[in-house]
């Protein structure tokens, strides 16, 4: 079994700040950990993942994730938001059988 | 690489009809496939498992009757809402896995654009 738990379903902040969106999870075996973006009315893209390689992931567009076994976390980060990161964010985990998805994150950012 | 799509991006029917939508892994051969619904400003739930060749396996609550997949090929998954009423209106995203991906340890799904359902 397996299951997504993302901290904050709102997250704010200004322009040229730090984003910190927060997730958890749990699973029986040893998952793959992803954040994925999806802007109004638009699909998914992925931002970045976790394969049991390095712990600290780098993604697209500045974000960066860190696997942290021992918390069970895979927090999502970025060091200066920008306008355009305005958008629904989710904390998805996978396994051999199916992907779980965390209720996800809305982050707006103010100018 | 790694491309899904969805045909069509957007349909709307009118109640009582059915749905088929289309969903391709375009560069790559997927042995599993999966829908997700969306409802407006809510979290993806995973419908269905689709494994080419043989019968899907559906999430609890989701009707087996109502919502047909059938993944004929490698490449090809298709669900059909049948009697499709108002309240199936939503959101309809497949995703599919690349063949042989996962013995690495990189269970990554390859997801499509969406399909917007409307039924009136």
């Known amino acids: 079994a397996q299951s997504v738990t993302q901290l904050d379903s709102h997250v704010s902040v200004s322009e040229g700040t730090p984003v910190l969106l927060r997730c958890n999870y749990s699973?029986?075996?040893?998952?793959?950990l992803f954040w994925y973006v999806q802007h109004p009315n638009k699909g998914l893209q992925l931002l970045l993942k976790?394969?049991?390689?390095?712990?600290l992931v780098k993604g697209i567009n500045g974000f960066e994730a860190e696997f942290k076994k021992s918390e069970t976390s895979f927090h999502l980060t970025k060091p200066s938001a920008h306008m355009s990161d305005a958008a629904e964010y989710f904390c998805?985990?996978?396994?051999?059988?199916?992907?779980?998805f965390g209720d996800g994150t809305t982050l707006t950012v103010k100018p | 690489g790694a491309v899904v799509s969805q045909h069509p991006s957007r349909v709307i029917c009118k109640s009582g009809t059915s749905v088929k939508i289309e969903c391709r892994s375009l560069d790559f051969q997927a042995t599993t496939m999966f829908w997700y619904r969306q409802f407006p400003k809510q979290s993806l739930m995973l419908m269905a498992t689709?494994?080419?060749?043989?019968?899907?396996?559906?999430e609890q609550g989701v009707e087996k009757d109502k919502f047909l997949i059938n993944h004929a090929s490698l490449t090809l998954s298709t669900l059909t809402v049948t009697s499709a009423h108002p309240e199936d209106s939503s959101f309809y995203i497949c995703?599919?896995?690349?063949?042989?991906?996962?013995?690495?340890?990189?269970?990554?799904?390859?997801f499509g654009p969406g399909t917007r359902l409307t039924v009136t």
């Open positions: 689709s494994n080419e060749g043989s019968k899907a396996t559906y």
């Open positions: 995703s599919a896995r690349d063949l042989g991906q996962g013995a690495y340890g990189d269970y990554e799904q390859y």
């Open positions: 976790y394969t049991s390689a390095a712990t």
């Open positions: 699973s029986s075996y040893s998952p793959s």
């Open positions: 998805v985990v996978s396994d051999y059988s199916k992907s779980t």
